[in-house]
């Protein structure tokens, strides 16, 4: 196997959980949200505001891949903040979001969280692995392709199916980017569909809860980017689920591995419910 590809053999999880040990020392060390909220000035490549535990937590991340890369491991690496960041190959993708849902993390809500994901290529059905800790409820969530999804150790049941109220709808449906105009123009499209809507706010671990199938599915308001949520969909269609990106190109998993808000993200249980949910957002 060659320098580039070896990176996906690399201890993916080892490195996750390192992070992920560290990443909660840092919040600790920034335990009210006066703490949280103070901003660095900057404008992170994804286009929000930089926080002080933003920064902290990518430098912690990229740490991490600095020291896979000595081990000899060839990869790029995609991140919120900094955007592309070369660690001398180009073969292998690795999509980090160090904090999925600052806000809630910044006002001491859950759930946030790390988001990391691994792809042998450049769209979203390139991912090999994903993980996802939620810090709120301190959840671990992690997946391999054609390996399954895991949950606290736990390996997540794919033939889990949703949950629908007594008039069709499915019961519980996740809506992520809050934005109230957002719902008021979807809001009739919603009524058809859903019988009661919860907002995480955090999309990474919104998608997880699809793969538990605490949530009879997720579908985001508005377009999404990779590093929100390409952990999060492996995780999803793992544990026998199904993800969709409408409005790129080549759906459902033709999304591009960068920075850029391409599409809104649909997840299901069933093909027909994912089909309901993208006419939500098309």
Request: charged residues 25%.
């Given at each position: 196997?060659?320098?580039?590809h070896s990176a996906l053999e690399a201890d993916w999880l080892g490195a996750c959980r390192r992070a992920t040990e560290r990443l909660g020392e840092m919040l600790a060390a920034h335990p009210r949200t006066a703490d949280r909220a103070i901003e660095t000035g900057e404008i992170g490549s994804g286009g929000d505001r930089t926080l002080v535990i933003d920064e902290a937590a990518e430098s912690i991340l990229l740490e991490e891949l600095e020291r896979l890369h000595r081990q000899g491991h060839r990869f790029t690496a995609v991140s919120e903040e900094r955007g592309v960041v070369p660690f001398g190959g180009t073969d292998v993708r690795v999509i980090i979001d160090p904090i999925d849902g600052s806000v809630n993390a910044k006002r001491l809500l859950p759930h946030y969280a790390l988001s990391v994901a691994v792809a042998s290529?450049?769209?979203?059905?390139?991912?090999?692995?994903g993980f996802v800790h939620?810090?709120?409820?301190?959840?671990?969530?992690w997946a391999r392709r054609g390996a399954g999804a895991w949950l606290n150790g736990s390996q997540l049941d794919p033939g889990l199916r949703e949950r629908r109220d007594r008039d069709g709808r499915l019961e519980l449906l996740g809506i992520e980017a809050a934005d109230p105009r957002l719902l008021q123009k979807s809001i009739d499209?919603?009524?058809?569909?859903?019988?009661?809507l919860r907002a995480?706010?955090?999309?990474?671990?919104?998608?997880?809860?699809?793969?538990?199938?605490?949530?009879?599915?997720?579908?985001?308001?508005?377009?999404?980017?990779?590093?929100?949520?390409a952990a999060g969909?492996?995780?999803?269609?793992?544990?026998?689920?199904?993800?969709?990106?409408?409005?790129?190109?080549?759906?459902?998993?033709?999304?591009?591995?960068?920075?850029?808000?391409?599409?809104?993200?649909?997840?299901?249980r069933s093909a027909e419910t994912l089909l309901a949910l993208e006419q939500v957002v098309r």
């Open positions: 196997m060659d320098g580039d290529g450049t769209v979203m059905a390139d991912v090999e692995f939620d810090f709120g409820p301190s959840e671990e969530w499209a919603l009524v058809e569909r859903a019988y009661r995480i706010g955090a999309l990474a671990s919104a998608l997880c809860q699809v793969a538990a199938a605490r949530l009879d599915g997720v579908v985001s308001l508005r377009n999404c980017r990779a590093v929100d949520v969909s492996l995780i999803v269609r793992e544990a026998g689920g199904l993800v969709s990106f409408p409005a790129c190109p080549d759906p459902p998993l033709g999304c591009e591995l960068d920075n850029e808000p391409r599409s809104p993200v649909v997840a299901a």
